[in-house]
């Protein structure tokens, strides 16, 4: 590691992997500096004339660094795999595996005093997102402290399943359907374990009816289009409806070959409102604990990212103001949320059709103290990695876990990731999909930096 000697370095503290022969998971030993050219770990977007290295290093030396309290986990995109997430928590050193079942896990000296982040996204894809909500309950109660962030898989099942048991409203008609064939598992998983027997759909109604009530009305289409205006843009209400229209045309055959009928799929849609929304649901602890964001020292976790609206709501209120907005909204006027700013923060990858984030929304975060976003969303197959976004340093932290997009994207092996924030000053990203654990620490990164940046030949401009 080029100048590594010269630069003074504080005492590691890797995780220790305990348990790992129950699981089947191949996790890195070594280490490796999050540096620019190492293949996988450091990128920019193209909004400044300044070399890589040259702006890593301004930002490491302008910004004071406040280091989070006590050790914290960040675990993103679960998207329903138990199994996944037992080995995330072997990776992070705060839990040992004791036995072959999901509740065999203890909570190791490190993780009674750390703080673990769910990043978002626990629904969506499986195998099994009940059995991943147990699995988090069980560390819960061995005493674990956990925050739970909202992503856009669990807002959208959410308000597409509470939208079938509102007051008819054009605005939201369309809810449970936009969630498309990704909600299909979640339904039989729920009907697998809940609706068996000859009475499971006693009290349901027609096929008939329980078509009428899972899709919107015809009238949809052409009453739409008003009521949205001025919230949406043109041009994404007619992205809206064609999506809707691909989904509709294709829903109830990939229900059928589920092997779910329209019944089937309304009782399972009110059976998951028992479970999750009602006070006594065996889950309805999961959405009470879910908030928008989360700030520990100078880094913010939130699910997707921010947009200057947001960053403004966090400069002039705060983050608790944010908090506290989502949870008003959520349940009180969900067409707003999901199509406002708030929802921006778990669906924007930054591209044209998101709200926008520019160098002013950046500079009013600065402002407030944060200078690093922490987050998931973004699909990464080789790890974690660290994205320089109009100034702003962003731990992108969606290591490809779930087994059903392992196998689309053709990545080997369990999937295991934990983005590892200690309070003496340094960052760990672990993956089974990277060799190294990858290291970020200010003093010698910025050390290292300036030897890059003194080596002949090395540009500071693009």
Known sequence: MNGYKKCKHPKLSTPRYRGLK??????????????????????????????????????????????????????????????????????????????????????????????????????????????????????????????????????????????????????????????????????????????????????????????????????????????????????????????????????????????????????????WRQLFLKEKGEFAWFFDKVKLAHRAGSFLFIHAGLDDRIARIISNQGIGHLNRLFERQIYSDPFDFYYGPLANTVRTKYREVDMPLTRHGVQLVHRKGIHAIVHGHQIKLHGQRIMLRKGIINFECDATLDRNTRKREKLKGRGAAVTIFRPKGMVMGVSTDYPFIKLFEPNVLRCELKGILKRPGVRKKR
């Open 22 to 271: 129950w699981l089947e998971a191949d996790l890195p030993r070594g280490y490796q500096l999050w540096l620019p050219g190492k293949r996988y770990s450091v990128s920019k977007d193209l909004s400044h004339y300044r070399a890589l290295d040259r702006e890593l290093l301004d930002l490491l030396e302008r910004d004071r660094w406040k280091w989070p309290g006590r050790t914290i986990y960040f675990f993103s995109d679960l998207h329903g795999d138990a199994e996944a997430f037992l080995a995330s928590l072997v990776a992070s050193g705060g839990v040992k595996k004791t036995g072959p079942w999901d509740r065999d896990l203890k909570l190791t000296r490190s993780g009674r005093h750390a703080l673990f982040i769910i990043g978002g996204d626990c629904f969506d894809k499986g195998p099994s997102s009940l059995q991943l909500l147990r699995v988090v309950r069980v560390l819960m109660k061995r005493g674990a402290r956990v925050k739970i962030l909202a992503g856009n898989h669990d807002v959208r099942l959410m308000l597409g399943i509470h939208s079938l048991f509102l007051e008819r409203d054009i605005r939201t008609a369309h809810f449970f359907i936009r969630m498309g064939p990704k909600v299909i598992p979640l339904l039989k998983e729920i009907n697998e374990h809940y609706l068996q027997g000859p009475k499971a759909l006693r009290g349901i109604p027609s096929e008939r009816e329980c078509r009428r009530r899972i899709y919107p009305p015809k009238r949809w289409f052409s009453e739409f289009p008003s009521v949205a205006r001025w919230v949406m843009p043109d041009d994404g209400i007619e992205r809206e409806m064609k999506r809707l229209r691909v989904k509709l045309d294709r829903f109830e055959d990939d229900c059928r070959k589920a092997g779910l009928s329209m019944r089937m799929v309304y009782a399972a849609a009110k059976r």
